[in-house]
């Protein structure tokens, strides 16, 4: 009852509450990203959601467009500035995925959206993390995040998926506010942190 109905309902209301209170800090965060790192301040990008359903996730963007002598943009590591850093720290830079909860692209608690290049890399279990809407949060980011490996978050991912239900979505908020005030785990996208799972994944299939 609580996967199938309650959850979507509390979902919405929880981000509506939470855009509303929310708006004067999202738009001083825009105009300080607009400031100091240029626009669009909205960073927009592909991901997979429930049932592997592509969807537009955004967020404020976190790094400059600085570039190369021949044009290229330089590594993510380059490009993320202490400014941006402050947002990921402080999951700042995810204030606009409550629009995407608002939608019904997400939920406030689930597995979080990665990359749609990622999707061939997933064997059959890791794949029912797409069973359930990608969330905000979810049990992978309060064990770690960034700083635990690519097969235990989907350990937890997929725990997640088959335990699902109201009591443990209240535990996992709880405990990621917690998590977000410590600045513990941080989740920074890209090569600017940990490497990219497809790439993992090849060298473990000799691909």
């Excluded at 300080?32 to 049932?51: E, Y």
Aim: charged share 30%; glycine share 6%.
């Amino acid at each position: 009852m609580y996967k199938k109905y309650i959850k979507r309902v509390l979902d919405f209301t929880l981000s509506l509450i939470g855009v509303i209170v929310l708006s004067p800090i999202m738009l001083i965060t825009a105009i300080l990203v607009r400031i100091k790192l240029g626009s669009p301040v909205i960073f927009k990008q592909q991901r997979p959601g429930k049932d592997e359903k592509i969807f537009t996730i955004y967020k404020f963007r976190t790094m400059t467009d600085k570039k190369d002598e021949q044009g290229n943009l330089l590594p993510d590591k380059d490009r993320l500035t202490k400014f941006g850093k402050f947002l990921r720290s402080t999951s700042l830079d995810e204030l606009p995925e409550l629009i995407n909860i608002l939608k019904g692209d997400m939920s406030i608690v689930g597995p979080r959206p990665l990359l749609v290049e990622y999707l061939p890399y997933y064997n059959e279990n890791e794949k029912h993390r797409h069973d359930v809407r990608p969330g905000l949060t979810g049990l992978a980011q309060i064990n770690g995040r960034n700083a635990t490996s690519w097969e235990k978050r989907f350990e937890y991912d997929v725990t997640y998926t088959n335990e699902v239900s109201f009591i443990l979505d209240v535990k996992i908020i709880l405990a990621t506010v917690g998590k977000v005030f410590k600045r513990e785990g941080i989740s920074q996208e890209g090569n600017a942190t940990m490497s990219k799972f497809e790439c993992e994944r090849k060298e473990q299939l000799n691909v």
